[in-house]
């Protein structure tokens, strides 16, 4: 259950191992520039939030980890006509086939998530409020854009 505030509303923090937590969710183009940014509380599954980042792009592949392999998700993006290159986790029954070559590109979301923890406020959490986190990350994000 997410931690809420004094008025109730959800201020994306949640209990994870570590103690309070929040995750950033990211989808980068092709050069790892930000396109769509979100986050959640730290427990959340990072797949609960794909369908609604998707929404607003159209990409022509999606890269993403294994957290992102559930048959609901590649069935959506087969739907809309993008090409899943997400690894079959491997508890799957049915294993897929996944373009190892297009998947090393991966990486840029890495690189861009390392640039993205490399302020302080970010890494930290030193804002309660979830819009004011949101504001923070998306700044960084145009910082890092712009250089």
Do not use: W
């Not at 992102?68 to 998700?73: Q, V």
């Amino acid at each position: 259950m997410p931690e809420l505030s004094k008025r109730g509303t959800d201020q994306a923090i949640g209990r994870s191992r570590g103690g309070l937590s929040t995750k950033i969710h990211a989808i980068c183009d092709a050069l790892g520039n930000p396109v769509e940014i979100d986050i959640t509380p730290g427990q959340d599954a990072d797949i609960n939030r794909a369908d609604q980042m998707l929404e607003n792009i159209d990409p022509d592949a999606f890269l993403a980890d294994r957290a992102y392999d559930a048959d609901r998700l590649i069935d959506r993006l087969t739907e809309r006509g993008i090409t899943p290159v997400i690894p079959p986790k491997r508890n799957r029954t049915m294993q897929r086939e996944t373009d190892f070559a297009l998947y090393r590109e991966r990486n840029l979301v890495e690189r861009f998530f390392n640039k993205l923890k490399q302020f302080r406020a970010i890494a930290t959490r030193y804002d309660k409020l979830k819009s004011t986190f949101l504001a923070a990350v998306q700044f960084a994000s145009i910082i890092i854009l712009l250089n």
